[in-house]
């Protein structure tokens, strides 16, 4: 008898511990929705930000992706996606639910996955319509955060999710105050020192020069520039993103000029930045911009001041780097000390598995 009543007590102490280790939580959004959540997840789909719900939630908390948005990653950073799965080859096996923007994202698909709850970008929540409906009527939890807003309030705000969706509330203050501290120590230099705001232009570079591609006004690029106190061309034009008209731009007269591009830039003559990319290359291709019509008597391009930045690096928590490198080329007198490509590595040192080689910034010098 006594070892049957062991046995039972042994049994409810596990299953005690059991349900004390996940529990039931109520999480708030960055849309301010309030998601009742089993924490810490366990069968997770990520819709975006992958890198940094590694990074937020260590290597560990891959584990328990059931599910991604494989496009999101694969799709649009295919060096980056090669540089993973390289180190993590089982990244290949998570299924793989489609992609919003494309229209390929699955909604069986994901109901069959029997997440525990998806965390989607505020653009993929918006994008999905009234299939938001259709996933909360199976009764699946969907949880929002936003790193391109480009905004400290929700860079903060989804690190923090992240921290309480992978049980790292520590590590995830840690990453969110290194993060505040980066832009608002930034930004009080540039109000102390009172110049004159640069006129500044920035240009996805996937189409090379002879083609205008999409700027930004209120989001990604185009908020980075306007909260690092620059003077943002686009901004009468433009108001998420978009291309300007040619006679635009160079009316504007920019002073300062970022070109964004990533790996897929090698092929063709279009910005190539990121994992693998030389840099005689990627300057290289920078230079090729400044032979587009009209600019040769822009500012910009008469003062070398024309910049190359990796897409890649933006939206995200890892971006801190590359607001300081806008802020730096904006405003050159007051950052000599910073090294913004350093600092962009070093968080991979700190937080990621990972460290990737190439080019993420540059600078056309002559």
Known sequence: MKLRALLIYALGMSIFAGSAQAKMTVVDDVLGRKVEIDLPAKRVILGFYAEDYMAIGTENALDNVVGISRDTWEGWRPASWNLYTNYRPSLKDI??????????????????????????????????????????????????????????????????????????????????????????????????????????????????PSQYSFTYGKNMWGAVITMMDGDNIATPFVEWWGPMNPEQVLAS???????????????????????????????????????????????????????????????????????????????????????????????????LPVIPTGTFTAQITE
């Open 253 to 351: 007269r920019p002073e300062v000029v970022f070109l964004a591009g990533t790996e897929s830039g090698m092929a063709g003559d279009a910005i190539a930045m990121g994992q693998g990319v030389d840099r005689k290359l990627a300057e290289s291709r920078l230079a090729g911009y400044k032979k587009r019509t009209g600019w040769e008597q822009m500012p910009a391009v008469k003062n070398n001041r024309v910049y190359g930045i990796y897409q890649g690096a933006s939206r995200t928590i890892l971006d801190a780097s590359m607001v300081q490198f806008i802020a730096k080329s904006m405003y050159p007198s007051l950052f000599k000390d910073i090294n913004p490509e350093q600092e962009y590595l070093d968080f991979y040192k700190k937080y």
């Open 95 to 208: 299924p793989d639910v489609g992609e919003v923007e494309a229209q390929t994202f699955s909604i069986e698909k994901v109901i069959s996955l029997k997440p525990s709850v998806i965390l989607l970008a505020d653009w993929q929540y918006q994008g999905l319509g009234t299939d938001v409906e259709r996933l909360e009527n199976a009764g699946i939890p969907i949880v929002v955060i936003d790193y391109n807003a480009q905004t400290l309030e929700r860079h903060i705000k989804s690190t923090q999710i992240i921290g309480e969706l992978t049980g790292q509330e520590k590590r995830a203050q840690e990453i969110a105050d290194d993060y505040q501290h980066t832009i608002e120590s930034t930004l009080q230099r540039i109000k102390a020192a009172k110049l004159p705001k640069p006129r500044t232009y920035v240009e996805f570079g996937n189409k090379g």
